[in-house]
């Protein structure tokens, strides 16, 4: 609101209801909303991000390097023809700042070293609800922020634990605040991870608001030789969100609550009708007839994607999450979970027309929501030039073998399972893993350098995409459950997967793990009534040594679903390594 409006608007009504407005920024009936549809598609050329790099070379060596990150409060213009939309932004000052943030690139075996500064406002852009567990400064002024980054192997004190919050100035802390510099090691496998907030209860808000970026840590020598698409041209980090704006820029959140009387605010998922990569709704990207590497996050706090060409063009993956698979495989459609990594070639060569579309045919909320309409089915068009060009990429018919998990030596056997709470007119309310709120103390507690596995049983409607810190796991296999009401009844009772038989239980359909989601992954979506058995690896993958920091230590890792509306309220528990 700048100030002529507010002007006349204070001579018109009453100071109380000017106040009611600002105090609840977000109110707002819908006719101050954009009308997605009547924006025009395809205007905005598609932003690579600033790229930075994790460490400097002396001498022809790559030596460890320090960054300071700030984050700042500024406008971002997402669309050629929306005002300029307040957002809190990432970078190495508040000018260069952007939404997403600037992409880190790391080096394998080199250490990186961010410490993540708070420069923003004392009030947030975006309303928040101070009813569910949440950051809460003493002074009830500044914004709690803390940076996880996701897919890194690192230990406890730099994972962003959602109590490490700070605010402005480092001025107050969480509980499990410990340090303001974050060590990123590097010494895993190469591939894709992504940094974003992690506050507890504000995850959403401020993932929302535009605390994300992502972070690649490349290994030259084992990367090289596959001779992918690569260079800044070439080989391009997207980040997919979906958000609503009201007329005037500012991204809209509903502010009121689906149990208002429970949660003023809480809703159990938010969707927004643009589709918006690297910081422009749908934009679009001239490209050449060669092959592009596209590592695509899905950022949306609750979108599923299913993405395809409208005109049959497909997708080679070579990677999933942080990880490369063992071979290519080709699709022609494939589905994104929230905070799913896929990492794809397309080579534009083999398209027989001079623009394509990238589109997203995903129901919301997945799988049995609402159909996408025309401004959520579309994400980029590609303009394609004409001249055949010579291309000395490739993709290689084998990528990277990791050794496979070891059953034989796992050492523990868990069940989770998922629940929801409604009230008596079936809204949600909250949701826990093991019928256990985050603040009940850690009970998985698997053993540094272990192997486990872990059945996750979802008793909700709801597809949750399932994210572990620091270990990897890969799927098993997917079996839905037999008699799911009778299973949901008792567990609802004993909350134990063990007395209600779930063996008995999980001899339904088997649902197919996709090709391309066969590596280690960091997210899974976890299928409504289906137990999905994965197998967890606290080391690396790639090598026997040991992590080479003390994983065990405070104020340890977390587990929760990535739909951001249920990790806030509070589909999270520690999880606490031990020697
Ligand atoms: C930190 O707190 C002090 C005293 O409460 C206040 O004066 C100052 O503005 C705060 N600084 C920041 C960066 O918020
Ligand atoms: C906001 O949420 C409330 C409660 O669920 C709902 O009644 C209302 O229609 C929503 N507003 C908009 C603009 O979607
Ligand atoms: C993106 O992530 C959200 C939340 O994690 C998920 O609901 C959505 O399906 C994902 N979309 C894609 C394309 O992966
Ligand atoms: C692509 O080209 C084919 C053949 O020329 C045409 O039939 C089709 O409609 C085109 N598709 C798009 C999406 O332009
Ligand atoms: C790790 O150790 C196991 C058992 O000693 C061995 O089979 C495996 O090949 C080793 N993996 C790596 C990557 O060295
Ligand atoms: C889990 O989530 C899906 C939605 O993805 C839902 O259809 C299913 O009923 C849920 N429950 C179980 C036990 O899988
Ligand atoms: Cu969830």
Not at 17 to 46: G, I, N, Y
Not at 519 to 546: D, E, L
Request: with cysteine; charged share 20%.
């Amino acid at each position: 609101m700048d100030g002529a409006p507010l002007l006349k608007l204070l001579k018109l009504t009453c100071l109380g209801v000017v106040l009611q407005l600002l105090l609840l920024p977000s109110s707002t009936s819908e006719d101050k909303l954009v009308d997605a549809s009547k924006l025009e598609m395809f205007v905005d050329e598609l932003p690579d991000m600033p790229r930075i790099h994790g460490y400097e070379v002396v001498h022809g060596v790559p030596k460890s390097k320090s960054l300071k990150i700030g984050m700042y409060k500024k406008k971002w213009k997402f669309h050629r023809d929306l005002p300029p939309t307040p957002v809190f932004a990432y970078g190495v000052t508040k000018h260069k700042a952007t939404v997403p943030g600037p992409t880190i690139e790391a080096l394998h075996g080199v250490n990186t070293y961010v410490t993540w500064q708070n420069h923003l406002p004392q009030k947030h852009i975006l309303p928040w609800d101070p009813t569910i567990p949440t950051a809460r400064p003493h002074t009830n002024k500044g914004i709690p922020t803390v940076v996880h980054l996701h897919g890194g192997i690192h230990a406890p004190q730099s994972d962003g634990n959602s109590n490490a919050w700070f605010t402005s100035g480092f001025n107050q802390t969480g509980p499990l605040w410990t340090q303001k510099t974050y060590h990123y090691p590097n010494n895993q496998h190469p591939g894709n991870l992504w940094y974003h907030d992690h506050a507890m209860g504000l995850t959403r808000v401020n993932l929302l608001a535009g605390l994300i970026g992502s972070y690649i840590i490349r290994h030259p020598l084992i990367e090289g030789p596959l001779r992918l698409p690569h260079g800044s041209t070439f080989d391009r980090p997207l980040i997919v969100f979906d958000r609503s704006f009201r007329k005037d820029g500012s991204i809209y959140m509903n502010s009121t609550g689906n149990n208002p009387t429970i949660h003023p605010q809480w809703q159990p998922e938010y969707f927004g009708d643009a589709i918006i990569v690297n910081g422009k709704a749908w934009p679009r990207m001239t490209v050449r007839r060669r092959k592009y590497r596209f590592r695509i996050i899905n950022a949306s706090n609750a979108r599923f994607f299913r993405f395809f060409f409208t005109n049959g063009l497909r997708f080679t993956h070579v990677a999933c999450d942080s990880s490369y698979i063992e071979e290519p495989v080709t699709t022609s459609a494939f589905l994104v979970g929230p905070s799913e990594i896929t990492d794809i070639v397309v080579d534009f060569s083999r398209s027989k027309n001079d623009t394509v579309i990238l589109a997203n045919n995903a129901n919301y909320p997945y799988p049995d929501g609402d159909a996408v309409d025309e401004s959520n089915s579309k994400v980029i068009k590609f303009f394609i030039l004409p001249d055949p060009e010579v291309d000395t990429s490739r993709v290689p018919k084998k990528l990277m073998k990791y050794p496979d998990a070891d059953l034989s030596s796992v050492s523990r056997t868990r069940y989770i399972a998922m629940y929801e709470y409604t009230t008596d007119a079936d809204e949600p309310t909250h949701l826990y893993l093991n019928a256990k709120p985050y603040e009940a103390p850690a009970t998985e507690t698997p053993k540094v350098g272990s192997t486990e596995v872990w059945y996750v049983i979802n008793l909700t409607d709801d597809n949750h995409p399932l994210h572990i810190h620091l270990g990897l796991f890969k799927v098993l296999d997917q079996t839905e459950l037999l008699k799911p009401e009778e299973f949901k009844a008792c567990m609802d009772k004993y909350n134990d997967a063990i007395k209600c038989h779930v063996d008995k239980h999980a001899r339904g359909k088997k649902q197919v793990v996709p090709a391309h989601e066969r590596g280690w992954k960091n997210v899974y979506k976890m299928m409504p009534q289906f137990v999905t058995k994965i197998v967890v690896r606290f080391s690396y993958i790639h090598t026997n040594a040991s992590y080479g920091f003390d994983a065990t230590a405070e104020p340890g890792y977390v587990y929760h679903c990535h739909i951001l509306d249920h990790e806030d309220n509070e589909m999270m528990r520690p999880l606490k390594v031990i020697k």
